[in-house]
Every structure is written in structure tokens, then in C-alpha cells.
Nanobody, 125 residues
Framework: QVQLVESGGGSVQAGGPLRLSCTASTRICRSNAMGWFRQVPGKEREFIAAIGPPDTSDDPSTYVAASVKGRFTISRDNAKGTVDLRMNRLKPEDTAVYYC??????????????WGQGTQVTVSA
């Protein structure tokens, strides 16, 4: 069974950084596409970043939403089975619950089948 566990959420002042990490319980992180989503109560879940495995045929191999481009970066460490979301210059509007997700595919495009429990990020003005 695939389990995804997020860590690193918390509270930060606007302009500050935060790093979220997702650890996968199985080999899924080494061969499958992984992504990060966020959700604010009352709004739809937003797809903000994704990354394929080293042998992905996707071009580009990573995706970052326009709303966070230039501030957020996604990376993966297959040896550790982790996917990180580094967030810089955080804004109050980045406040949300952030979810790690994984797909049954090497492409980051498409639906995600596996989800973590979410971690809260709160950015104060």
C-alpha cells in the first residue's frame, strides 16, 4: 500500500521560506510522477508543482504553476524516497493545506491516485 507522509508545514511570516517534504513508503517515489497540491477551504484544490522520475519522457520533466513560479521549486531524492517543495518569498495567499500526491505513471500529467494527509502552511502578513 502506498503511503505518502508530508512534513515541514507550519507558520511563517510573509517573505520567508519554508520547505515541505514528502516521503513515500514504497518504491513509488523512484519510478512514478509526484506532485504537490494545495487547497484553501471553500476553493478547489490547486495543482502547483510536479516532477517525473529520472527516466520520464515528459518535456519538461517538472511543472510549476504560474501562481508560484519563480518562488517555488520541486525536487526529488530517489535514494531517500522523498520529494521536496521549497517555497521562497511566501505570501499570505500561499496559506493553504498542502498535499503530496503520486501517480501510477512516470508522466506528471494526468490524475493522481495517491495522496498524503496534508500539512498546513500559514503565512502571516
Amino acid at each position: 500500500q502506498v503511503q505518502l507522509v508530508e512534513s515541514g508545514g507550519g507558520s511563517v511570516q510573509a517573505g520567508g521560506p519554508l520547505r515541505l517534504s514528502c516521503t513515500a513508503s514504497t518504491r513509488i517515489c523512484r519510478s512514478n510522477a509526484m506532485g504537490w497540491f494545495r487547497q484553501v477551504p471553500g476553493k478547489e484544490r490547486e495543482f502547483i508543482a510536479a516532477i517525473g522520475p529520472p527516466d520520464t519522457s515528459d518535456d519538461p520533466s517538472t511543472y510549476v504553476a504560474a501562481s508560484v513560479k519563480g518562488r517555488f521549486t520541486i525536487s526529488r531524492d530517489n535514494a531517500k524516497g522523498t520529494v521536496d517543495l521549497r517555497m521562497n518569498r511566501l505570501k499570505p495567499e500561499d496559506t493553504a493545506v498542502y498535499y503530496c500526491a503520486a501517480r501510477n505513471d512516470s508522466s506528471w500529467r494526468g490524475l493522481y491516485q495517491y495522496w498524503g494527509q496534508g500539512t498546513q502552511v500559514t503565512v502571516s502578513a
